[in-house]
């Protein structure tokens, strides 16, 4: 199956600076790319997505990019606030055997810090 | 705004009990997923549903069922209760790739 490993797993940052989360993936397949954020005491929530056909997008402060040959994918915050303080979380498309193909496989997570 | 909800916030429970932990979605979203969050280890996926009455094994579902009879609901259950077992539960319901969570149950055996 899919095997997803994220790093770091803690980022400290001062605000204004930009924040870099990498991710690598095992499965050839997986063609899609979420980014989740969790903060304290929520469900995590998609913030930016990428597919295999693009190589980066980008939404505001956030930018995600795709290398498929090397199996990474990033996610890039530019001017961090104390706001983007939470764990993010990167996953990958699955395979399985069922009838549904909206499986994901997440990473561990990283837990990023935005000081004042 | 699609909202999922979960029974409870906290859980406190003995070991060898029967849990119910519960995930209502009001999107009529055909997919329900059960995960665990646990520190270190991110989220594990325990079981998904892709329909009513359908059910597919994620990477951990030792120790765990679940029951989907309605499209809207989406049961965990723990048959006995284990001390290991002590960890947050994460819902999340789809369409299609994004998936929506509920704000989790933090389940305590003791």
């Known amino acids: 199956g899919e095997n997803v490993e994220q790093h770091p797993s803690t980022l400290s940052v001062q605000e204004g600076d930009s924040a870099v989360i990498k991710c690598t993936y095992s499965?050839?397949?997986?063609?899609?790319f979420p980014w989740y954020k969790q903060e304290l005491g929520k469900g995590p929530q998609l913030i930016i997505d990428?597919?295999?056909?693009?190589g980066e997008k980008k939404d505001q402060r956030i930018a995600v990019t795709l290398n498929k040959t090397a199996k990474h994918f990033s996610l890039h915050i530019t001017e961090t606030q104390p706001e983007d303080s939470a764990v993010y979380f990167c996953?990958?498309?699955?395979?399985?055997?069922?009838?549904?193909?909206?499986?994901?496989?997440f990473g561990k997570g990283t837990l990023l810090t935005v000081n004042p | 705004d699609v909202k999922v909800t979960q029974s409870s916030r906290y859980l406190v429970k003995r070991t060898g009990e029967k849990v119910f932990l519960e995930c209502v979605q009001d999107?009529?979203?055909?997919?329900m997923f059960w995960y665990r969050q646990d520190p270190g280890l991110g989220l594990r996926l325990i079981y998904f549903?892709?329909?009513?009455?359908?059910?597919e094994k994620g990477d951990i579902p030792e120790g765990y069922s679940v029951s989907r009879e309605k499209k809207e609901r989406f049961s965990l259950i723990l048959e006995s209760a284990s001390t290991n077992q002590t960890s947050m539960y994460l819902c999340?319901?789809?369409?299609?790739?994004?998936?929506?969570f509920g704000p989790g149950t933090r389940l305590t055996v003791t």
């Open positions: 999340a319901s789809s369409f299609a790739w994004e998936q929506y």
């Open positions: 499965d050839s397949a997986s063609n899609y």
């Open positions: 990428i597919r295999s056909n693009v």
């Open positions: 996953a990958a498309s699955s395979q399985n055997s069922g009838g549904s193909n909206y499986k994901l496989t």
């Open positions: 999107m009529d979203h055909e997919n």
């Open positions: 549903s892709y329909d009513v009455k359908m059910k």
